[in-house]
């Protein structure tokens, strides 16, 4: 399955390719975004049972992010080329910022979404998959067998989820009730598209409170 929707007011190429376009999109509302979404699955993607990733995920970031979201689905089996094919497609044909995968990052032998993931990595972000396990480890002892992980590659951030909505939320959210607070991996990820030259995601701090410095910040939008 694949799939794009777009915004009826969302026009990113335009913004991009015009300057003065780019600088209106900055004053008078937020830049769109471009979302590529994989969900890997073998059984979900021949019909043995509904896909629960890709929903989850839209859910999610339709909720924490303020900018209009061009979305690009794809529901794809547990093969290696296939998930590195995908990524590819998604960065250099689509053009999307930034892309999340869930599922196939376990241990079985078909699990192959971190292996896909870096063999079309530009550079290579660990710190993603450290901070999703000690999330996760929170919850199950079971957590250090994911093998999440996450690289750049052109202008594009390339995130591996875990497969579950459930952990999904837990680790884009992080665990804000705890002591201490420990933070989801989504408050990284605005400030981390900006420094790859992609557009000034903006976050609902209800949802999520995207981190950045002082210096890197925009003021507020009325």
Not at 96 to 116: I, Q
Request: glycine content about 6%; some cysteine.
């Amino acid at each position: 399955m694949t799939g794009t929707a777009m915004t009826p007011n969302a026009s990113l190429d335009d913004a991009r390719a015009d300057p003065k376009a780019h600088t209106r999109a900055d004053t008078q509302a937020a830049e769109p975004v471009r979302i590529g979404l994989v969900s890997v699955s073998d059984r979900a993607s021949s019909g043995v049972y509904a896909d629960m990733g890709i929903p989850s995920l839209q859910d999610w970031l339709t909720r924490a992010v303020t900018n209009p979201i061009i979305w690009d689905t794809r529901l794809i089996a547990d093969d290696e080329a296939t998930i590195a094919a995908t990524l590819r497609d998604l960065v250099d044909v689509a053009r999307c910022d930034l892309v999340f995968t869930t599922g196939g990052t376990g241990p079985a032998p078909r699990d192959v979404t971190p292996e896909a993931t870096l063999a079309v990595a530009d550079k290579l972000m660990p710190g993603f998959g450290e901070q999703m396990r000690q999330i996760s480890l929170n919850f199950v002892p079971t957590a250090i067998l994911s093998r999440q992980t996450a690289v750049i590659r052109g202008k594009a951030l390339i995130v591996n989820l875990p497969g579950q909505p459930k952990s999904i939320a837990e680790t884009l959210t992080g665990l804000p009730d705890a002591t201490p607070k420990v933070h989801g991996i989504f408050a990284a990820v605005p400030y981390c598209v900006d420094l790859i030259g992609g557009p000034y995601i903006e976050t609902d701090p209800a949802v999520c409170k995207a981190f950045r410095p002082k210096s890197a910040q925009r003021p507020a939008r009325a």
